[in-house]
């Protein structure tokens, strides 16, 4: 009995002590309350900075209108097919909204593949496959023939003047398809659609997901002014009062706002919070110096960062006895979902051990803690960091409505939101 409580105490001790050396290693991914407020107060700046005509042709946080001028009162109903692009994938949907109060809304959706070779290859190449998907879907529901409304979701940074228009202002992610940016992606996708001949549909709107997320919130709350995405990339958008939004004539009413926040940081505004590891992911990207806040918080970099983290530990002798394998050192081995398997309370641990194994590092119990707090901390910073900029748009809703406690929901969706166990 004392034995196995000496044992308990030598591991809690060991533990204890393993942890106090990452968070010293890592204490620049550590934020204050002061840093996070200071964070929050210029993301505020920079909104300012979009909204304003005479700055935002400099600002790097665009706070795109979306000529969205009202959220779901829970009235709507229609049968309509919804075109997602900009994850990990390409989904299509079909989707009926009844007042039937048991089931409003009844959702039937297919999820399509979208390979490098075509995110990369040439605008033509890139919407022909949507428009293949599209009719693909669409004969399998048997609804070719019924003409529906289509919603694009297009999850990159776009100028609109209309609903149903949407000039790509850059590409993000993964995407790089040639020959989009500055043109019309409705135009583009009709184009497409037509060259195949085979079904007609009429393209209603476009929209961000963000704003996606926060209008199929708003059909159940009505309270719902924010949609936030936490996924491959992340972004916001909001409820902004039409008078402050110098682009878009017209005072009355609200409009919502696109904030395209994966660039904020993109003008040197977070350079003392960047560390040697992000600007290595930048370095490493599609598009270096473009989304720097994204690449510090969003799904498509966390398991990149780990990586990276775990190379610089093990070449200093601060892991796996300085074992340092091919597999360690290719770009792309841990990914996000294995950062989010990592971090769970039971099996981590355990799923540690394999996933570190399969990269062939041998890891002691010791080197799967030390692992397993490194991943937490990458993604506490991701999360901070999203607090921070959210706090940023709640404190501007709250002071255009003026009063002294705000009350509202915001919508929250994306695949490392809905994945990461914390």
């Known amino acids: 009995m004392i034995a196995a409580q000496l ?7 060991l533990k204890d002590d393993q942890l106090k050396k990452i968070d010293k290693y890592l204490y620049s991914m550590r934020f204050s309350d002061e840093t996070l407020k200071d964070i929050m107060k210029r993301f505020r700046r920079e909104m300012e900075n979009g909204l304003s005509r005479d700055t935002n042709p400099t600002a790097t946080v665009k706070m795109l209108p979306t000529f969205v001028r009202s959220i779901p009162d829970g009235s709507e109903k229609g049968d309509f097919i919804a075109l ?10 079909r989707v009926k909204v009844t007042q039937d109060k ?20 040439s605008g033509t190449r890139l919407f022909d496959h949507v428009a293949e998907c599209l009719s693909d879907f669409m004969e399998k529901q048997n609804i070719k023939d019924k003409n529906l409304p289509v919603g694009f979701t297009f999850s990159f940074p776009c100028c609109q003047s209309k ?6 202002i850059t590409w993000t992610k993964k995407f790089k398809a040639s020959g989009v940016e500055g043109v019309d992606v409705v135009q583009f996708l ?36 924010v949609g936030v995405i936490i996924g491959t990339g992340t972004n916001a958008c909001y409820m902004e009062e039409l008078r402050h939004i110098d682009l878009v004539e017209g005072d009355e009413g609200r409009m919502c706002i696109n904030t395209e926040w994966g660039a904020f940081g993109d003008d040197g505004s977070l350079e003392d919070i960047r560390t ?11 598009n270096p110096g473009k989304q720097l806040f994204e690449k510090m918080a969003s799904g498509m970099y966390v398991g990149e960062l780990v990586r990276l983290i775990l ?22 081995k841990i990914e996000t979902k294995h950062v989010s398997a990592i971090e769970k309370t039971k099996e981590g641990l355990k799923k540690c051990m394999e996933i570190l194994s399969r990269l062939g590092v041998e890891p002691s119990d ?13 993604s506490f910073r991701s999360a901070n960091l999203i607090a921070a900029t959210l706090g940023g748009v709640l404190g501007r809703l709250k002071e255009n409505k003026g009063v002294a406690r705000l009350r509202t929901t915001v919508g929250i969706d994306g695949s490392l939101y809905k994945m990461h166990p914390q």
């Open 84 to 93: 997602d692009l900009g994850g990990s994938n390409f989904r299509i949907l």
């Open 190 to 225: 009709n184009k497409a659609i037509k060259k195949r001949g085979d079904c007609e549909v009429d393209i209603m709107a476009v929209v961000n997901d963000t704003v996606g997320t926060m209008m199929t919130c708003g059909f159940d709350d009505q309270r719902c002014e």
């Open 163 to 168: 609903l149903n228009e949407a000039v790509l």
């Open 102 to 121: 048991k089931q409003p809304v009844q959702m039937e959706s297919q999820v399509y593949d979208t390979p490098d070779d075509i995110i990369h290859g």
């Open 366 to 378: 010791e080197d799967c803690l030390a692992v397993q707090h490194v991943c937490t901390i990458v």
């Open 311 to 332: 190379v610089k530990m093990a070449k200093e002798g601060l892991l796996f006895e300085g074992r340092i394998t091919p597999e360690l050192l290719t770009k792309g």
């Open 7 to 13: 044992l308990a105490y030598y591991f809690t001790e």
């Open 276 to 286: 040697e590891f992000d600007r290595e992911i930048d370095r490493g990207s599609l």
